[in-house]
Structures are given as structure tokens and as C-alpha cells.
């Protein structure tokens, strides 16, 4: 079992969860998602990627806004509280089943530990 750890910005990986569950909210796929932001088809399920560099930007609130029929941008915040400038998500690979049982060549990610970048690591985690 290969642990991974990634250094994110903790709004940013708060973000990328709070769209997630909206989007699951309305049983929208990643891909219709993407789509309905005009953006290229797999851009969202990069962005819920923990290994990817995609993240949402200020640009993409409006677009998600509009995709999700929200009626503010502050709703995309809405829950949010922000403790840490950066954390450390620690995670496992774990490969899909196909129908038939055998490993997929896809991965869903499980979550082991998100823990807080001090301040003084900063400069060397990223």
C-alpha cells in the first residue's frame, strides 16, 4: 500500500469539495459539469483529482455558478471555514472494479490524512 501526499491551499481543496457535492447534489457528472462550464470535457474530473494541478480559479466561480443554477457566487461557500493557509493530503490509490471483478486501470483516491503545513515549512513543501 503506497501512501501519496500532495500540498494543497486548504480553500482551494474546500472549494473543490463543496462543488463536488453540488454537483452530486444534482446528479451531475463530472463531464456535464465541465460542459455546461464550456470548458474542455475533463476538466472537473481533473480538478477532483488529488494528484492533478487543476484547480478551480476566480474565473471558474462564475462558470460554476451558472452551471449549477446557484444564485450567488457566496453559495459556493457556503459551510466553508478555513483554518490553514496549507495542508498535506495523504492518500491511497485504490484501483476500480470493472464489472467482471477484475482492477480497473481507473483509480478512486481514499483520504488517510489531511494535516496543517506550518508556516515555517512552506517555502519546502511547495
Known sequence: ????????????????LRVKQLRIDRN???RSLSVDMKL?????????????PEKYSVRHLWLIKDALKLEDI???FEGISVKHDLIEI???KIPKLNKDGK????????????????????GEKM
Do not use: N
Open 1 to 16: 500500500m503506497q501512501y501519496i501526499s500532495e500540498p494543497i491551499s486548504e480553500l482551494d481543496y474546500l472549494v473543490i
Open 90 to 92: 495523504v492518500y491511497e
Open 40 to 52: 474542455s470535457k475533463s476538466f472537473v474530473g481533473k480538478v477532483e483529482a488529488l494528484g492533478q
Open 28 to 30: 451531475m457528472s463530472q
Open 74 to 76: 457566496k453559495d459556493i
Open 103 to 122: 482492477e480497473s486501470k481507473q483509480f478512486d483516491e481514499k483520504v488517510i490524512e489531511i494535516r496543517p503545513i506550518p508556516k515555517e515549512d512552506k
